[in-house]
């Protein structure tokens, strides 16, 4: 049984930092791409992050220079460190293992940026 179970996420002020883990079971980690991405209340899910299995991350634009991916594959781990929290960056965010043939989703966890 594939498990995606994120965490870390919570309450924090504008300007604060938050990271992010996704740890991963039932598959072979390593092979993986794995992706970050979020959903604020009525708005589309959004890539927010990505590392490929050889571990070269991509950022989207609202995030760069603020926000780190990195892997450990010796933990099957994801981890997206986030700084300079802004109210924006409030949403829903999903960790995503993204295989050639198939995909699996976590199941979120909540990030709030407000003062």
């Known amino acids: 049984q594939v498990q995606l179970v994120e965490s870390g996420g919570g309450l924090v002020q504008p300007g604060g930092s938050l990271r992010l883990s996704c740890a991963a079971s039932?598959?072979?980690?390593?092979?993986?791409?794995m992706e970050w991405y979020r959903q604020a209340p009525g708005k589309q899910r959004e890539l927010v992050a990505q590392?490929?299995?050889?571990?070269?991350?991509n950022y989207a634009d609202s995030v760069k220079g603020r926000f780190t991916m990195h892997r450990d594959n010796a933990k099957n781990t994801v981890y997206l460190q986030m700084n300079s929290l802004k109210p924006e960056d409030t949403a829903v965010y999903y960790c995503?293992?993204?295989?050639?043939?198939?995909?699996?989703w976590g199941q979120g966890t909540q990030v709030t940026v407000s003062s």
């Open positions: 039932g598959i072979i980690f390593s092979i993986y791409n």
């Open positions: 995503k293992a993204d295989g050639s043939r198939r995909y699996y």
């Open positions: 590392i490929t299995s050889g571990g070269s991350p």
